[in-house]
Nanobody
């Protein structure tokens, strides 16, 4: 079955950096678009970034120029490099894919930006 293992979250000071990883299994990873979402405390889940199977990327305006999504098809893993972090980036971050019309989510990893 489709599974994700997310890692890399933690506590970081404003202006700092983190790299999230999402290791996938159970589906044709290299043929699938992948996304990172986040859910800030008390708010709805929102799309952060997407990457197509060919490597094209899109970002929500609030993270453009600070976050970079990438994929390593040999490792069945996507990444989210987050730089210049702000307090408003505090959220639980999830990876997601849609495969054969079904949507699959990772378990989430907490990112807290605070001094």
């Amino acid at each position: 079955q489709v599974q994700f293992v997310e890692s890399g979250g933690g506590l970081v000071q404003p202006g700092g950096s983190l790299r999230l990883s999402c290791a996938a299994s159970g589906f044709a990873f290299s043929s699938s678009p992948m996304s990172w979402y986040r859910q800030p405390p008390g708010k709805e889940r929102e799309l952060v970034a997407t990457i197509t199977r060919s490597g094209n990327t899109n970002y929500v305006d609030s993270v453009k120029g600070r976050f970079t999504i990438s994929r390593d098809n040999a490792k069945n893993t996507i990444y989210l490099q987050m730089n210049s972090l702000k307090s408003e980036d505090t959220a639980v971050y999830y990876c997601k894919t849609t495969y054969f019309a079904s949507t699959y989510w990772g378990q989430g990893t907490q990112v807290t930006v605070s001094s």
